[in-house]
Each structure stands twice: as structure tokens, then as C-alpha cells.
């Protein structure tokens, strides 16, 4: 028996049934185009990572430098590595992008009190 399947016949072979459908759903999936992502969604897809690494947070950057949250969590992993000028670095970039943002500005603030009340501007 055969079956018309996105316009071409397929012989149905009893037994393979489900195989068949597979393999054939797998094949035109050969001839669908599947649309080139932005690289602002490409760089939410890099931060959307259970736990991104800093190297996926700096592709994500370069990628979308307005990437806010980005930018955010680059400055946590900085901080957490005791990286104390590149964190408030990443936090400023992140003010500067987006001035009300309140996890940067709280980033900010503890970054300032983990170097001793340091100047954060």
C-alpha cells in the first residue's frame, strides 16, 4: 500500500510501520528551512544556560552588547572569583545601558561594600 507523504508515494511495508513514518519525517526534515537566529537570540540562548560559563556571558556580549543580563551575571561569576574591577566593570556597563536596572545597581552596591566602600563610578 502506499501513501502520499508531502507529495511523493512511500510504500508502506506492514511491520515498519512507525520506522518508516520516521525515517521518512526524518527526511523532510532535510528540505525545511529553518530560519537564521539573531545574534541577540543567539546570545539569550548562551545566558539561558542552567549555569553559564564566563565565556558564554562574554560570546553573549559580543553577540548583543546591549544584553543587560548578561552583563549582570558576567559581574556575579567576577565577583564570586574575587575579580572585584571587572565585576564593577560589567555592573557599570549594565547601568550605563539600562540606569534604573535594579540588579546591577544592587550588584554595584555589594561589589562597593566587598572592596571596602571603594568609589563604584
Do not use: H, Y
Not at 17 to 37: C, D, N, Q, S, T
Not at 63 to 88: I, N, Q, S, Y
Amino acid at each position: 500500500m502506499a501513501i502520499n507523504l508531502l507529495s511523493r508515494k512511500v510504500l508502506w511495508i506492514p511491520g515498519l510501520g512507525a520506522l518508516a513514518v520516521i525515517v521518512v519525517g526524518a527526511v523532510a526534515l532535510l528540505f525545511i528551512k529553518i530560519p537564521e537566529r539573531t545574534p541577540a537570540e543567539q546570545a539569550r540562548t548562551l545566558v539561558e544556560v542552567a549555569r553559564p560559563s564566563e565565556q558564554d556571558l562574554s560570546q553573549a556580549i559580543a553577540l548583543d552588547p546591549t544584553f543587560t543580563t548578561a552583563w549582570v551575571k558576567r559581574a556575579e561569576l567576577r565577583l564570586a572569583a574575587g575579580r572585584m574591577d571587572e565585576a564593577l566593570e560589567d555592573a557599570n556597563a549594565a547601568i550605563k545601558l539600562v540606569p534604573e536596572l535594579q540588579s546591577a545597581l544592587q550588584l554595584r552596591a555589594k561589589i562597593s561594600a566587598a572592596r571596602g566602600g571603594a568609589t563604584t563610578r
